[in-house]
């Protein structure tokens, strides 16, 4: 038999003969049997995860223990094989939770919701009389939510700052964490205001933007981000639009590809990254490419090298 019901029934598409599986959800304390093809060794990497047993040449027994994601590592004739498997608390139906499952879900997170407002003023003046002159009044508001959902962790937060008449969103994000929806599995998803997640080294910056991002880890031993927004002035502004109510015609966008594998000691990292707009700041470069790689002598000890190309600095 190649997956229980107990994987198929977590949308688990069943394996072919011979053929491991890229990817399993499971659900704690179900075991699920799965064909690997032809088995003569293998590995579990996170053993407080999930447990595996071998039944037949051809077979493991996966038994789910907590939830959380891990790998399993497959030697055979066909050389290695690694398949992801995510393990839920629950399943999603009317099914009730067995008891393990009842105590995964109690320990769940449930909704949180924080806010906090604070105030403050600047009050100057050429005498003590005069303090009321060149007044400045800040609002500050900052709302926050966090959940667990049947399609991965949500957080997000929004805060707006007024200073004197003017009124802005100086921040904002919304982002599904270890998300899987459909076929896309392991993934992060952010709207808002966010920094370039690849920065590195000689030419990525860790430049500010409004807009979307994408990382996708459920790629085998590749993962893959994307992102899109509009781009920030400073850094240091309050405001993440590099002002108070200013929409400057500034633009970035970029792609990183990476490949690591645990069973492997090569990392190489591939990025890069596109400025549009005609008020980006001067000096700056429209694209540039960056190549990484490192080498794991040791689990302490990595050789890195680092080459990019841009005419100027981002």
């Known amino acids: 038999m190649l997956v229980q019901a107990a994987a198929a029934s977590a949308q688990t598409p069943a394996s072919p003969p011979g053929a491991a599986p890229r990817s399993l959800e499971l659900i704690v304390g179900e075991p699920a049997d799965v064909s690997f093809g032809s088995v003569e060794r293998f590995l579990v990497g996170d053993p407080a995860v999930l447990d595996a047993e071998q039944l037949n040449p051809s077979t493991l027994r996966l ?40 105590e995964a ?27 009321r002159l060149d007044t400045t009044n800040r609002f500050n508001q900052q709302l926050n939510t966090d959940m667990e959902t049947p399609y991965g962790d949500f957080t997000s937060q929004f805060q707006m700052q007024r200073v004197n008449s003017v009124e802005d969103l100086t921040f904002w994000q919304t982002r ?26 000689f030419a990525v910056p860790s430049v500010g ?79 540039m490419v960056d190549l990484s790689s490192a080498y794991r002598v040791t689990e302490v000890w990595s050789l890195k090298q680092e080459l990019a190309m841009s005419d100027e600095s981002f």
């Open 176 to 201: 599904l964490a270890h998300g899987h929806l459909g076929p896309v599995d392991d993934f992060d998803a952010i709207a808002g205001d966010s920094y370039i997640p690849f920065a590195r080294g």
């Open 209 to 287: 933007y409004r807009g979307a991002t994408l990382r996708l880890d459920d790629l085998g031993p590749f993962h893959a981000a994307g992102l899109w927004g509009r781009e920030r002035s400073s850094i240091y502004s309050l405001s993440s639009q590099g002002g108070f109510g200013v929409k400057r015609d500034s633009f970035v966008s970029g792609l990183n590809v990476g490949y690591e594998d645990p069973a492997n000691p090569w990392q190489v990292e591939a990025s890069t990254l596109f400025g549009q707009g005609d008020e980006r700041q001067a000096n700056t470069s429209d694209e």
């Open 105 to 131: 879900v109690k320990h769940a997170r449930a909704l949180k919701v924080g806010y906090t407002f604070d105030y403050e003023t600047d009050r100057r003046g050429s005498t003590f009389r005069d303090t």
């Open 63 to 102: 038994t789910p223990l907590a939830p959380g994601k891990t790998f399993v590592l497959v030697w055979g004739p066909e050389g290695r094989r690694t398949s992801v498997v995510r393990v839920m608390p629950f399943r999603l139906g009317p099914i009730l939770p067995e008891p393990a499952v009842e």
